[in-house]
């Protein structure tokens, strides 16, 4: 079971969390990352996220499917959010469903940082001295070269 959304609305975690394992006696570990917008201590007032649709989409698609292949995955989500959204407003979602807690945690981790350097979204920061646009950070990156040397499983 593969879910990918990229939407406006806000989302569920937990009923999204529940529906990865609902009716399945195979499934012994979900792992998730709910990622929040931050930024009221950095005077961050809204963001504002853009994407391409469709290319977004197939971006997102592809990274689940290395991770598939990486580890035994046997069921993925990931919401990703676009528009205006204030600090503490949910931002993403990831959800992993497998067999093993080791295999849910790592497909986890590494959806998201693949998803935070490859995929293609834009960011915009509202603050009290006007807009900016967010640039890739070298520490995503860096998390994202770590997997490059992790062998694949499957």
């Known amino acids: 079971m593969r879910t990918i959304k990229v939407q406006e609305a806000d989302f569920d975690g937990g009923a999204l969390t529940r529906a990865l394992g609902a009716g399945r006696t195979d499934v012994g570990a979900v792992a998730t990352f709910t990622g929040l917008v931050r930024g009221a201590s950095d005077g961050v007032e809204e963001m504002t996220l853009e994407h391409y649709p469709g290319m977004t989409e197939q971006s997102l698609g592809e990274i689940v ?28 979602y990831v959800g992993v469903a497998s067999a093993h807690r080791g295999d849910a945690f790592a497909a986890c981790e590494f959806i998201m940082d693949y998803l935070k350097t490859r995929a293609p979204f834009w960011k915009k920061e509202t603050t009290v001295d ?10 995503d990156d860096a998390a994202a070269a770590r997997w490059e040397d992790v062998e694949m499983r499957r």
Not at 130 to 139: E, I, K, N, Q, S
Request: hydrophobic share 40%.
């Open 65 to 92: 499917e290395q991770a598939e292949r990486r580890w035994q995955v046997l069921g993925v989500t990931v919401i990703h959010r676009v528009g205006a959204l204030k600090p503490g407003d949910q931002i993403v």
């Open 130 to 139: 006007g807009t900016r646009w967010v640039d890739a950070r070298d520490t």
